[in-house]
């Protein structure tokens, strides 16, 4: 139950929309679950409210930070006091804690998320090439955080091909071979397009794959998962990546 206790904590959840958002059921489940006296609210916020919301966060008190979707991830960074080094690369945010001296720490966990969801699979990145089909903020910690497990090469392709160039630019400093164009037979493949978008990934090439993996949550199972499975590749949906990076957000809030 949700009571007016000082010890309840609320956790919101913003974004324009924010409808499609799985975070607030799958983080509510947990703290029921778990017993812990907490929250997770959707706040459908349009930008025009974003300074102003994050000042509020700054004094209410039974608030220890808060989530993102879109289209806010690219702003959060100009509006916190402090950036994780993955932040400072790619200049977008989707988590923000208080710390206890009340300055914010921002940070990116889709990455992380899909990581940790793909070893949870059975797919190890090391030495593995990797082809990610969105050069947006999900798409761009994917590929910080894969380089990081030691993926030997990242394909980076986007519907709007500008995009993925100057991603391919602003990740040069992993000092992994970054190639842009869509994905050859042998690349583990995440799409981290947006959610309605046509699957990126022929069958021919996805019939090959190691491993397919979807960001979108909502259907869990897409067609290019549904296609993954039908050739027998280990199928990685976007609610394990959510389920895995919350996690990851609940420690960072100190909710864990």
Same mark, same amino acid.
């Given at each position: 139950?949700? *009571?007016?206790?000082?010890?309840?904590?609320?956790?919101? /959840?913003?974004?324009?929309?924010?409808?499609?958002?799985?975070?607030?059921?799958?983080?509510?489940? &947990?703290?029921?679950?778990?017993?812990? #006296?907490?929250?997770?609210?959707?706040? &459908?916020?349009?930008? +025009?409210? %974003?300074?102003?919301f994050v000042?509020?966060?700054? =004094?209410a008190?039974?608030?220890?930070?808060?989530?993102t979707t879109?289209?806010?991830?690219?702003?959060?960074?100009?509006?916190? #006091? =402090?950036l #994780?080094?993955?932040? =400072?690369?790619?200049?977008?945010?989707?988590?923000?804690?208080? $710390?206890?001296?009340?300055?914010?720490?921002c940070? /990116?966990f889709?990455?992380?998320?899909?990581?940790? +969801?793909?070893?949870?699979?059975?797919? #190890?990145?090391?030495?593995?090439?990797?082809?990610?089909?969105? +050069?947006?903020?999900?798409?761009? *910690?994917?590929?910080?955080?894969?380089?990081?497990?030691g993926?030997?090469?990242?394909?980076?392709?986007d519907? =709007?091909a500008p995009?993925?160039?100057? %991603?391919?630019?602003?990740l040069?400093?992993?000092?992994?071979?970054?190639?842009?164009? $869509?994905?050859?037979?042998?690349?583990?493949?995440?799409?981290?397009?947006? @959610?309605?978008?046509?699957?990126?990934?022929?069958?021919?090439?996805? @019939?090959?794959?190691?491993?397919?993996?979807?960001?979108?949550?909502e259907?869990?199972?897409?067609?290019?998962? &549904?296609?993954?499975?039908? &050739?027998?590749?280990? !199928?990685?949906?976007?609610?394990?990546? !959510?389920?895995?990076q919350?996690?990851?957000?609940?420690?960072? %809030?100190? %909710?864990?």
């Amino acid at each position: 139950m949700i *009571s007016g206790r000082t010890t309840q904590v609320v956790v919101p /959840m913003i974004g324009d929309p924010v409808a499609q958002a799985a975070t607030p059921p799958l983080w509510n489940a &947990h703290f029921q679950g778990q017993g812990i #006296d907490a929250v997770c609210v959707p706040v &459908h916020l349009p930008a +025009a409210g %974003l300074v102003s919301f994050v000042e509020w966060v700054r =004094h209410a008190r039974n608030v220890p930070g808060f989530l993102t979707t879109v289209p806010h991830k690219a702003a959060l960074p100009g509006l916190c #006091d =402090h950036l #994780d080094d993955e932040v =400072h690369v790619l200049g977008v945010a989707n988590t923000v804690a208080k $710390r206890p001296d009340g300055t914010l720490a921002c940070a /990116m966990f889709d990455g992380r998320g899909m990581v940790a +969801a793909l070893k949870a699979a059975g797919c #190890d990145l090391a030495a593995a090439s990797v082809a990610i089909c969105g +050069a947006g903020a999900a798409g761009a *910690s994917i590929a910080v955080q894969a380089a990081r497990q030691g993926a030997r090469r990242l394909r980076l392709f986007d519907l =709007h091909a500008p995009a993925a160039v100057r %991603l391919a630019e602003r990740l040069g400093y992993l000092g992994v071979e970054i190639e842009l164009g $869509r994905a050859q037979p042998g690349d583990v493949l995440v799409n981290a397009a947006p @959610a309605g978008s046509a699957s990126p990934f022929p069958e021919e090439i996805v @019939a090959t794959a190691p491993a397919v993996a979807d960001c979108v949550t909502e259907p869990e199972e897409t067609p290019l998962l &549904h296609l993954a499975r039908a &050739h027998g590749c280990i !199928a990685v949906p976007g609610r394990e990546m !959510a389920a895995h990076q919350a996690a990851l957000m609940r420690a960072f %809030l100190g %909710l864990e």
